[in-house]
């Protein structure tokens, strides 16, 4: 998942407003910049000591075909492109390639070895950025991708489920530039793009959990801890544990070693039976309120049936 960032140095500045939105989203306009000139730009490589900014474009494999994906709001369905530049070990242009629709597939040519990923004007009045997608083209074959409305939570469903297969829950620490998500194994992938947010954090814990209890008692579960997952705060930290305490089958993935303080292991205790209770609550709140519309659906079209009724018997 390839961000806007927070570096304005690469994106159309003169006479642009820019405005930072939650879930890292970025809302552009510049409605009188030329046609044709880049609105942003992002680079899969760059020299840190001139450029003070590290690569945003993930390392790609010579010869394999990819998916490219832009998600984003236009004020208009012409109002952009998108155009990937491939450069040689001379940093040479060797090929480039348009996608008009915002998505589409290429192929990372043999003799490639830099690209650049540009969003370039058409003619718009305002564009709100939300992502840039890059996967290898199977997973769209073997995989249904879906994310949560606060971007915290990526699921990777195995489009052909059978008994036994297994789930990986990864926590890792979002990014405001770049996260690049490993997937091996044939299963069901959940990756918790965790920050420092309350609210974001127990969305995606229920969010997770609530699915994690509907997967079948054949099927094992195991956590992982990901990229940054030491720079995560407490109850960030904390996920693994509480995943595994509301879920018993879950396993982590290499145990962490627990203080011999006994005053540190009560609090931890309290700590985790806190934010537990608070997922099962929130869980609860959940089903409560989809139980009440679907209850109200059901008495509003009973009605409506019995109004009928009463209008053929008259």
Not at 101 to 130: C, M, R, S
Not at 234 to 263: D, F, G, Q, V, Y
Not at 288 to 311: E, G, H, L, Y
């Amino acid at each position: 998942m390839i961000k806007w960032g927070t570096d304005f140095s690469d994106n159309y500045n003169y006479g642009a407003r820019i405005e930072l939105l939650k879930n890292d989203f970025v809302r552009f306009s510049s409605p009188f910049m030329p046609a044709g000139t880049p609105i942003k730009v992002w680079q899969s490589k760059t020299e840190y000591h001139a450029d003070r900014k590290s690569p945003m474009l993930p390392i790609l494999m010579n010869g394999k075909e990819y998916r490219i994906v832009l998600e984003a709001e236009f004020d208009n369905a012409d109002a952009g492109q998108l155009t990937i530049e491939f450069f040689d070990v001379n940093q040479d242009l060797i090929d480039k390639v348009h996608f008009q629709d915002l998505t589409g597939n290429f192929t990372y040519p043999e003799n490639a070895v830099t690209y650049k990923v540009q969003l370039v004007n058409k003619k718009h009045e305002f564009i709100i950025f939300k992502y840039l997608l890059i996967f290898s083209e199977p997973l769209k074959e073997q995989y249904e991708f879906k994310l949560n409305k606060n971007l915290s939570v990526l699921f990777f469903k195995a489009k052909h489920s059978y008994e036994g297969l297994k789930t990986t829950v990864v926590v890792l620490k979002n990014s405001k530039y770049v996260t690049s998500l490993e997937i091996n194994e044939y299963r069901n992938y959940f990756f918790l793009l965790s920050n420092e947010s309350e609210g974001d954090w127990l969305e995606a814990a229920t969010y997770v959990v609530d699915r994690l209890q509907s997967i079948p008692k054949s099927s094992p579960i195991e956590i992982n801890r990901g990229l940054r997952f030491n720079n995560l705060d407490h109850k960030n930290r904390a996920l693994p544990c509480i995943l595994e305490k509301l879920i018993p089958r879950c396993k982590i993935h290499e145990m962490p070693i627990h203080t011999e303080n006994r005053s540190a292991l009560l609090k931890e205790k309290a700590f985790l039976n806190h934010y537990q209770t608070t997922i099962l609550q929130a869980i609860v709140s959940i089903k409560k309120r989809n139980s009440s519309f679907v209850d109200m659906s059901t008495s509003r079209d009973s009605a409506n049936s019995q109004k009928n009724t009463i209008r053929r018997e008259g």
